[in-house]
């Protein structure tokens, strides 16, 4: 059962626009949620989170939202530009120091 | 500052064949430690964690195991690997009661 949801394997867009990443939950008890960006053969690297007694956070083009009655969190990047262009998951914690992750979004910004 | 190792980048094993990938954290103490798995196409999933050097935590029955011998040291092993354990490994390290964690370069293993 896949708790935490990424519908959309890929997005493209262009640059200057804005870019929305989109996570789905199923489990009502997660405390805390993240993004992490990640490079082809590299390891993710942590971008943006959020508490779940939170509905926005804020880090300069990055913005998270979050929406508990809908499970629904997302991740705005405005401007977009090319070097944004890499895989997006997003992760919610399950307590323990566990995380559970999405599938992953392969965002392209075309220049 | 931090720095987390892995090693090797890449590997090509035969099915049957031995596995033993390795990671080290420098510059913490008592780290949590976790080994992940990125199938193709798939997302991350959760192999094995540790909050302590001999505690092992498995999330997946498999045929991998995982030791820690030392606090910052994390080894993934398998006696005989299958064609379904190819797939791109990653070792993380977070703090306790920090939710972020932080990973290493990844190994892709090819299993033929």
């Known amino acids: 059962d896949q708790q935490v949801k990424q519908n959309s394997p890929s997005l493209s867009v262009q640059e200057g626009r804005i870019s929305i990443l989109n996570c789905d939950y199923t489990?009502?008890?997660?405390?805390?949620f993240l993004w992490y960006k990640k490079y082809p053969a590299e390891g993710p690297t942590f971008l943006i989170s959020?508490?779940?007694?939170?509905d926005k956070n804020e880090d300069g083009r990055f913005t998270v939202f979050l929406n508990k009655s809908a499970k629904h969190l997302s991740l705005h990047i405005v401007p977009s530009q090319p070097g944004d262009s890499a895989v997006y998951f997003c992760a919610a914690s399950v307590g323990q120091g566990k995380l559970i992750f999405g599938q992953g979004t392969e965002l392209s910004v075309k220049p | 500052s931090q720095t987390i190792h892995q090693w090797p980048a890449t590997l090509v094993q035969p099915v049957g064949s031995p596995l033993s990938l390795e990671c080290t954290v420098e510059?913490?103490?008592?780290?949590?430690l976790y080994w992940y798995r990125q199938a193709a196409g798939r997302g991350l999933q959760l192999l094995f964690y540790s909050v302590g050097i001999g505690q092992i935590s498995s999330e997946v029955p498999q045929n991998l195991s995982a030791s820690r011998p030392q606090d910052r040291q994390f080894i993934l092993s398998s006696k005989k690997l299958l064609l379904s354990d190819s797939g791109f490994y990653l070792c993380?390290?977070?703090?306790?009661?920090?939710?972020?964690?932080?990973f290493g370069p990844g190994t892709r293993l090819t299993v033929l």
């Open positions: 510059g913490t103490s008592n780290p949590n």
């Open positions: 489990n009502s008890m997660f405390d805390y």
């Open positions: 959020i508490s779940s007694i939170k």
């Open positions: 993380a390290w977070s703090v306790l009661d920090n939710w972020e964690q932080f």
